[in-house]
């Protein structure tokens, strides 16, 4: 049977359709790549890299994110580590993430789970992050956590780094706030001063320009996380 | 272009004209009169698409059509330079640093100046957790001075870094509070962002 022009129009048109989207999407692909293209040629030994490429697909199919486990493996190649241990930094940061996402849950952000397990990775206990996450519950916890991690890595105890913390996040403290402290504490170390008595210095500062108690209470975020 | 529809008018005619002449059958002229009002009448989609005159093409012509421009686009991806990126990590070198768009996802990102004194050095590179460590993201520019620099919008939290000094020695940042990493067991720097 011959074809009727409808049929021809219909071919023309899908193939037309299907280039529109197609082209598009092979032109761009190469910087959507880049990184795993990176992994590729930085790991010549097919097996070693066959190795990282399986550690990232493992976690991706549990549901974690696949850029902070790509980074972790350019990391190490950027420092020029053996491919076994770029393998086991990749599973260890897919083991952190996992753990980060079940304190921070429900619906922790890709963010947060970067954050949360750069916090387990400097050694704050697991039952910190879950502390934090109560103190703002419908907030991004990212800066608490960096702060916290970057306190307890200038030698803050962690016990005294999360109260401060806290407490400034129960009063009302912005995120900002919260940098604040942080880069003025690290700074504090590298004049000179001890850590525990630099956080108490800079909470101090912080905790003034913040409203009283039962007035943070009343102002408390209730807005959704970014 | 001629439409379908009058082709096929003109086929009935024809073929009526001749039964009529050769056979005058009542019932052929009425099978075939059956037949060509049974003809679907063309669509709306289908009138849009003969307003556009378009050229007719068969299967295999729309096939070829993609698969040749689908190559095109494959040679594309080889020929055309990357188009990502150099505006998010911007080797500036200087202040001010690019305004990012309200819609960009980095349009919280504070401007950061690093600096670094190699003056021996024939390349320095900034890596990071926020280019995800690739060494191509942020290279420093070097100043008469021998100092290399480089400003890049970097979001507010904690961000960890190093320098990557001629493609092969990686450096922490000397001005910088630095952490050892517990993964690969280098010296990095740290940087603590703000926010505005």
Known sequence: MMPTLSSHMRAAGVALVGLMCGAPLVVTAPHAQAPSQAIALAIPDAKARQAVEREIARAVSRGLPSAPLVAKAMEGITKQAAPDRIRSAVAAQAQRLEQARGLLGPTPSEAELVSGAEALAAGIPTAMLKQVRAAWPAQSVVMPLDVLTELVARGVPPKQALERVVTLMRRGATPVQIAGLGAAVQADVAAGLAPDAALEVRARGVMSLLPSPAAAAALAPSGRRP | ?196
């Open chain 2, 1 to 196: 272009m001629i439409d379908e529809r009058d082709a096929v008018i003109e086929t009935v005619r024809g073929r009526l004209r001749a039964s009529v002449a050769d056979q005058a059958d009542p019932r052929a002229v009425a099978r075939i009169l059956s037949a060509a009002f049974a003809a679907p009448a063309p669509s709306r989609w289908r009138r849009w698409l003969d307003a556009w005159h378009l050229p007719v093409m068969s299967r295999v012509g729309a096939a070829v059509v993609a698969v040749i421009a689908l190559a095109a686009g494959f040679v594309a991806r080889g020929v055309l330079p990357n188009r990502a990126p150099v505006d998010p990590m911007a080797v500036t070198g200087e202040f001010p640093i690019p305004v990012t768009p309200a819609s960009d996802p980095r349009a919280g990102a504070v401007a950061t100046q690093f600096v670094f004194e190699a003056p021996a050095a024939q390349a320095v590179a900034l890596v990071g957790d926020f280019n995800r460590w690739v060494p191509t993201a942020a290279p420093l520019v070097r100043l008469p001075s021998g100092v290399w620099t480089v400003t890049v919008p970097l979001m507010p939290g904690r961000h960890v870094y190093a320098f990557l000094v001629d493609g092969a020695r990686l450096e922490a940042d000397p001005r910088a509070a630095t952490v050892v990493d517990a993964d690969y067991g280098r010296p990095s720097s740290v940087v603590m962002v703000p926010g505005r």
